[in-house]
């Protein structure tokens, strides 16, 4: 029989997986059989098969898993995460719908929220300061900072949480991990040395330990995020401000873009939902 082990996942490569004993020891692992359902951030049950290698067995039951979905298949991103936060940035310019996709996953799972706005040395701050006014006035929190300059006031939002970071390329995402954990790099040049020096190059997500309650998964880059996986009546509850309107339409099942007596296109025009915000909502869900 083969020593069973417990370990969480701190990186995922494809199939290859690394997973960390309590006591610091890695392993390189792979899931039984074909398909795999792994993710950044499991709590899994490994086989040793070798001296630094082993067969992941089973995947605890999870508190929380953030992924995104299209009509064919799911991408997970990270599990037992307490808490997303959303990289956007001066410049580039962000999408608006990807940040209010990624608030919607996380609405989903109940998990907590930050939107970050990074480069706030640029120029560009006031316009992209206006672009998330919608949803500061919604209750969202957003922290201003440069992450080439000082990432301190991020710290006090980490403490306790195992928070996941997430934003399309450009945000200064990268830039914000290595500041805020300056041995990053070199966790990146020992898990590529782990898994043959980068033979195994599609990164899903890495676990960093910022001491021993507060964790940072990091994630690439995503242009697209898909919620295939929450219905309608899901999307529209996690728009926060159309709490207070919804069920008052004229019709059950109005889908709140050219429906007579449609209570949020009504509040909307009053001024109490933002325009903005009830376009992005008909994009994601089609109408």
């Known amino acids: 029989m083969s020593e069973k082990l417990q370990g969480q996942i701190i990186a995922a490569f494809g199939r290859h997986y690394l997973a960390e004993l309590p006591g610091g020891e890695i392993l390189e692992c792979v899931p039984r059989g074909k398909k ?34 299209d009509a064919f298949k799911q991408k997970l991103i990270a599990a037992n995460v307490t808490q997303i936060i959303v990289v956007v940035a001066t410049e580039p310019s962000f999408n608006d719908e990807l940040l209010a996709r990624c608030l919607l996953a996380a609405h989903d ?27 500061s006035k919604i209750g ?14 991020l710290l006090p939002y980490l403490q ?28 990146t040049r020992e898990i590529s040395t782990v898994l043959d020096s980068g033979k195994h190059t599609t990164t899903h997500a890495k676990l960093y330990h ?6 940072l998964i990091d994630c690439p880059g995503v242009q697209l995020f898909g919620l295939h996986h929450l219905d309608f009546a899901a999307i529209e509850r996690s728009f926060p401000e159309f709490l207070p309107y919804l069920g ?9 873009s050219h429906e007579p007596d ?12 933002d325009e903005r915000r009830l376009k992005l909502f008909q994009q994601i869900t089609g109408h």
Request: aromatic share 4%.
């Open 36 to 69: 795999s359902e792994v993710a950044c951030g499991d709590n899994v049950e490994i086989a040793r098969t070798g001296t630094d290698q082993g067969v992941i067995d089973r995947i605890a039951p999870r508190k929380t898993l953030l992924y995104r979905s």
């Open 109 to 135: 799972q109940n998990l907590d929220t930050l939107i970050v706005l990074n480069k706030c040395d640029l120029p560009q701050t006031a316009a992209a300061r206006a672009q998330l006014a919608p949803y």
């Open 140 to 153: 969202y929190r957003l922290l201003e900072l440069s992450a080439k300059q000082d990432v301190a006031p």
């Open 160 to 187: 306790g949480h195992t928070s996941v970071l997430v934003g399309q390329s450009g945000m200064g995402k990268s830039t914000l991990i290595n500041a805020l954990i300056p041995e990053a790099h070199a966790a």
């Open 210 to 215: 910022l001491n021993s309650n507060s964790h």
């Open 248 to 256: 008052h339409c004229r019709f059950a099942n109005c889908s709140h």
């Open 262 to 273: 449609c209570a949020i296109r009504k509040a909307t025009a009053d001024g109490n939902i």
